[in-house]
C-alpha cells in the first residue's frame, strides 16, 4: 500500500491545549451545577405586559406556561433562567390564546424541542393563533385540551391539577375568551401555586360556588391585576400567603389596578406582594416544606 505523504500537520501550541483543556473543565462544572438541584423553582419570568411562567421540578423537568407578548423578551428569559444546552420543554401549557400569552409560545415552539402541549381549546380568529396551530401541527407536537379534574404527575410528588375551564364552556360573559382560560394548580406537598390566567369574576365565582380546593400559598393575580378579578370571596377561599402579578411597566391598560393592590397588600402585607414590571423576573423555590423568594 502506497503511503500518503505531502500533506500538512495540524499542530497545535500547549497554548491552545490548556486553553482547550480549561474551556472543556468550565463546561462540565457548569454542566454539573446546573443539575436539578431536588427543587421545585417557579420563575414569573419579566416579559412585559403578559404572564410567562416557567417551571422546573426536583425531577428536572421543564414546564413552560404562556410566553408573553414578545418573542425577543422570552428568548432572553429562557436564556437567562435555562442553561444554554437545555433545548427541550417538556410541556407548554398556553393559558388562552390571546397575544400576550401566545406570541411569545410560537417563538418557543421553533427554538426548542417541545414534547407536549396543553391548551384551552377555545376558538380564536387571530395571525399568531394560526401560526401556534400550524407549528404544533407541523413539528407533531401532542396537543391536548384542557378540562377541569385532568391531573398531571410531575414525578417525584409534585402534580399540577387543571381546575379550569369546564366542560360546559362560558358563554355571554364579560370576555369568554379570559373566563375559558386554563387555571393551574401546583403543589409539591405543602407548598402550593395557583396560575390563574386571565380569568374575571365570573370563573372566580365558579370555583368558589363548586368548592373547588384553591387554598394556596403563591397567587399568580388574574389578569395581570385587573379589577376586572381578584374578587375578596376568591382571595377568602384561595388564603394565600403570597401574591405576585405579571405585568409591564407602564402599560395603557392601568394595570394592576390600585383596588387589586390595596386588597392584596391588607390581607398579604405589601412586601408579600410582587410585581414583575416593578421587582424583574421572580423566583420562588421550594423543599415542599419551606420558600424561598429570589429577585432578578
Given at each position: 500500500?502506497s ?19 480549561l474551556?472543556?473543565?468550565?463546561l ?10 431536588g427543587?421545585l423553582?417557579v ?6 405586559q ?8 426536583p ?13 425577543q423578551?422570552?428568548?432572553l ?8 444546552w437545555?433545548r427541550t420543554?417538556d ?8 397575544a ?9 415552539l ?22 401556534w396551530?400550524r407549528?404544533i401541527?407541523?413539528k ?5 385540551v ?10 417525584g ?5 387543571v ?19 386554563v387555571?393551574l ?12 390566567a ?9 370555583l ?9 400559598t403563591?397567587?399568580?393575580?388574574a389578569?395581570h391585576?385587573?379589577?376586572?378579578s ?5 382571595l ?6 403570597v ?10 391598560f392601568?394595570h ?5 393592590l ?17 421587582d424583574?423576573?421572580i423566583?420562588?423555590?421550594?423543599d ?8 432578578q
Open positions: 500500500m503511503k500518503v505523504s505531502g500533506l500538512p500537520r495540524l499542530r497545535f501550541s500547549r497554548r491552545w491545549r490548556v486553553i482547550v483543556l474551556a472543556a473543565g468550565i462540565i462544572w457548569a454542566m454539573v451545577f446546573s443539575q436539578p438541584d427543587r423553582h420563575t414569573f419570568l419579566d416579559v412585559g403578559g404572564d410567562a411562567i416557567l417551571i422546573q421540578t425531577d428536572g423537568q421543564i414546564i413552560l406556561v404562556d410566553g408573553g407578548p414578545d418573542p423578551a422570552i428568548s428569559a429562557l436564556g437567562e433562567a435555562l442553561p444554554f437545555k420543554v410541556l407548554v401549557v398556553a393559558t388562552q390564546p390571546q400576550d400569552h401566545v406570541t411569545g409560545l410560537v417563538e418557543v421553533q427554538r426548542y424541542k417541545v414534547k407536549m402541549v396543553l391548551e384551552s381549546g377555545v376558538l380564536y380568529d387571530s395571525a399568531v393563533y394560526q401560526e396551530h407549528l401541527a407541523e407533531q407536537i401532542e396537543c391536548n384542557a378540562r377541569a379534574g385532568q391531573v398531571i404527575a410531575l414525578g410528588g409534585v402534580t399540577l391539577q381546575l379550569n375551564p369546564w366542560l360546559e364552556l362560558f358563554q355571554g360573559t364579560s370576555s369568554d375568551v379570559d373566563n375559558n382560560g387555571v394548580r401546583l403543589q409539591w406537598e405543602d407548598v402550593s401555586f395557583l396560575l390563574t386571565d380569568i374575571r369574576k365570573e370563573a372566580e365565582f365558579r368558589v360556588e363548586r368548592r373547588v380546593d384553591l387554598e394556596s403563591v397567587l399568580k393575580a389578569h391585576g385587573s379589577k376586572t381578584t374578587t375578596s370571596q376568591f377568602e377561599v384561595v388564603a394565600p400567603q401574591a405576585v402579578i405579571s405585568v409591564g411597566e407602564d402599560n395603557h392601568g394592576p389596578s390600585p383596588e387589586v390595596e386588597k392584596l397588600a391588607e390581607r398579604l402585607g405589601e412586601e408579600n406582594v410582587y410585581r414583575t414590571d416593578k424583574g423576573t423566583e420562588f423555590v421550594t415542599g416544606k419551606r420558600l424561598w423568594v429570589q429577585e
